[in-house]
C-alpha cells in the first residue's frame, strides 16, 4: 500500500493591480498597426477632433471603438484592413494571420501595445502623430480590465476549446482557443508567488475542462517544487508539494491525477541525479490533492498513459528499459521489460479502442509500438526510426495517423498505423526543435510547438531586447500547410488539451 501524506492548500485570485497606464508619447495608432500588417496605410487629416477623456469606467462601444472609427477603420476594415480588421470587437479579437493583437489582462504583453509605444525610437514611415498619450492609455486600461466586448465580456472566457503550452525556457503557461488559433492567456509564473526560475513542465486538463494543472519545477533545486490546480479563470486553488514533478495524468474514469518523476537528464543526454532517489508515482485524489505515493521499482518513470477504459496506467523507467503497469483499482505494480536495442520512451499515446501505443524512444530515436489490449500481456510489435530525439505523440481522428515531434530533424513525422509505416513528414522553416503536439476539438487542426532556442527563426513581432520567441505552428491537417504562426515566450514544448 502506498503511504499518505498532507496536502497543502490555498487560495489565491491573481490581481492586474500592476498594470499601471504609463503614459508614453507615440506616432498614429492607425500607422503603427500598418507598420505591422501593410506598409502602405494613408494617414487620416491632422485635424481628427481627440474627445475628452472619460472620468468613469472605459467601455469599448464608448471609448474603444469610437476611437477606432475615429482614427483607424479608414484603413483596418473589410477588405482594406491591411490585415487586422478594427471594425468590431469580434474581429479585433481574432488578430490577423501573423496572431493575437491582444492579450486580456496582459497590454504589456499585447502586440498592438508595443508595437505603439515602440515609435517613439523607430519612426513609422507616415511620421505623423495621430493618437495623444492619453489615447494609449486609455487602450492599456482597457486590455488589462480584460478588453472587455460590449456586453462586458472578456474574450474566449467561456470557451472550453483550449490547449495549455508549457515553456522549458521561461516561467509562463500560454494558453490558446484552439478553434480560433489565437492566443488568450499568458499565465506569469511569477505573478502566482514562484520565482524566475519556476518552469511548468506538463499540464493535464478535467474532461470538462473545469481545472487543469501543472507540475511546477525550478531550474534551482532548493526552490519549492509542486503540482499546482487551476480553475478555468486561470486561478490557482490548491497546490501541493512533490519533489521533481514530470508528466501529468488525468485518469479516465477515476478521482484521480498521477505525477511522474522528471528525469535529470541534458541534451547531451547525461544523467545528472540528485541526493533524493526516487522511485515511485505519484496519485493524487483530484478533489483534493490528498497525495498517495506508489513505490517502483526503478528511477525516473517519466512516460504516462492510460487506457480509455481505465484499467490500467503506464509508464516506463529512464533508467532502464522497463516497461510500469499499474492498476489503479489495486494499486498493484507489474513491471515487462523492453526488448531490443535501448529505448529510454519519453512519451507514450494510446489509441481510442485502448488497443495499442505507440512510444516515442529517446534513446533508440524510433517510435515503437506495443499492443495493449490485454493489459496484463504486453506485446511489442514494431520500432520504426523517426529521427534524431523525437518527443510528443498525438493520435489522429479514427486512430488512422500517428504524429510524431521529432526535435532534432526540425519535422513532425507522420506513420500510418495500418500500414505501420512512415507516410510522410510535415516541415516548415519555423519548425525549429518541434516538441510538443495537439490536435483542435474537430481534429482539423495540428498544433505544433517549437522551442526555436537558437533563433533560427526570428519572431513578425521580436524587439531587439526581446529573446527569441517559442513558436505554435497552426496546420491544416488535411492540406498539411502552415496557416498561422502564434508567438510567445522561449522555449515553447509540451501541449495538453481535454
Known sequence: MGTDVGVHRFMTFRSHSYYSARLLLIAAFLLIMGSWWLAGC??????????????????????IQSLFDRKCIACHSGEAAAGLDLSSWDHLIQGSDRGEALIP????????????ESYDRDPHPGGKSQLTDKEIGRLKNWIADGARGPLNSVPYASSANRLYITHASAPVITIIESSKAVIIARLELEDYGFTSRARARHVAVEPDGTFWYASISSTRWNEREVVAKFNRSNQLVAMVPVPDPGQLLVHPTRDELYVSVAPAIDDDRIFH?????????????????????????YRDAYPLAARPQGDAVFSSSME???????????????????????HLFRHFSVSSDGRWMWGSGYWSNSATLFDISNPNDLVQRQSLWMGFDPRQIVWGPDDDLVYVAVRG????????????????????????QPVGIGLSPNDSTLFVTAENTEATWRGHHQFPEDPAPGLILVIDRASRQVRKILESATGASAVAGR
Not at 541525479?273 to 521499482?297: G, N, Q
Open 320 to 342: 532502464v528499459d522497463q516497461m510500469v503497469i499499474l492498476k489503479p483499482a489495486s494499486a498493484d505494480v507489474t513491471f515487462t521489460p523492453v526488448l531490443g536495442t535501448k
Open 409 to 432: 530533424a526540425d519535422a513532425v513525422q507522420v506513420i500510418n498505423s495500418t500500414l505501420g509505416s512512415v507516410d510522410y513528414q510535415i516541415v516548415h522553416p519555423a519548425m525549429q
Open 105 to 116: 489582462f496582459r497590454p504589456d504583453k499585447s502586440v498592438m501595445i508595443r508595437l505603439a
Open 273 to 297: 541525479r540528485t541526493p533524493a532517489d526516487r522511485r515511485e508515482i505519484v496519485r493524487l485524489r483530484r478533489s483534493d490533492l490528498f497525495l498517495t505515493r506508489l513505490p517502483v521499482t
Open 42 to 63: 494613408e494617414l487620416l487629416g491632422e485635424d481628427v477632433p481627440t474627445l475628452a477623456e472619460p472620468t468613469g469606467p472605459v467601455t469599448y462601444e464608448a471609448h
